[in-house]
Nanobody, 122 residues
């Protein structure tokens, strides 16, 4: 499974962005998908995950109520709608996929895409 995240950019606090993760390769509908983010000097942080069917989602407490993860298996894509953005959301965002269930640990994901930078100005 090859993944590529895009859609990042510069936005003011309170604004919104929608990240997309395009996939290719194996049948993406078999895979759990997730979003992580990393700030320089810190560990990769879990943001959100979605089950293969899209019927189950998990979120980090820091983004609950503001971010929404979704997927379209027909298009082999995963999305992260980010609303009410805060400066502390500034990071490089990565999409990831796993043949196994949802997890908050980066090591549980076998496939990773290149990150996309999100910068939120105050």
């Amino acid at each position: 499974v090859q993944l590529q995240a895009f859609g990042g950019g510069l936005v003011q606090a309170g604004g919104f962005l929608r990240l997309s993760c395009a996939t290719s390769g194996r049948i993406f509908g078999l895979y759990t998908a997730a979003w992580f983010r990393r700030v320089p000097g810190k560990e990769r942080e879990f943001v959100a995950a979605i089950s293969w069917s899209g019927g189950s989602t998990d979120y980090a407490d820091s983004v609950k109520g503001r971010f929404t993860v979704s997927r379209d298996n027909a298009k082999n894509a995963v999305y992260l709608q980010m609303n009410s953005l805060k400066p502390e959301d500034t990071a490089v965002y990565y999409c990831a996929a796993s043949y196994y269930g949802k997890a908050v640990t980066p090591g549980r994901y076998e496939y990773w895409g290149q990150g996309t930078q999100v910068t939120v100005s105050s």
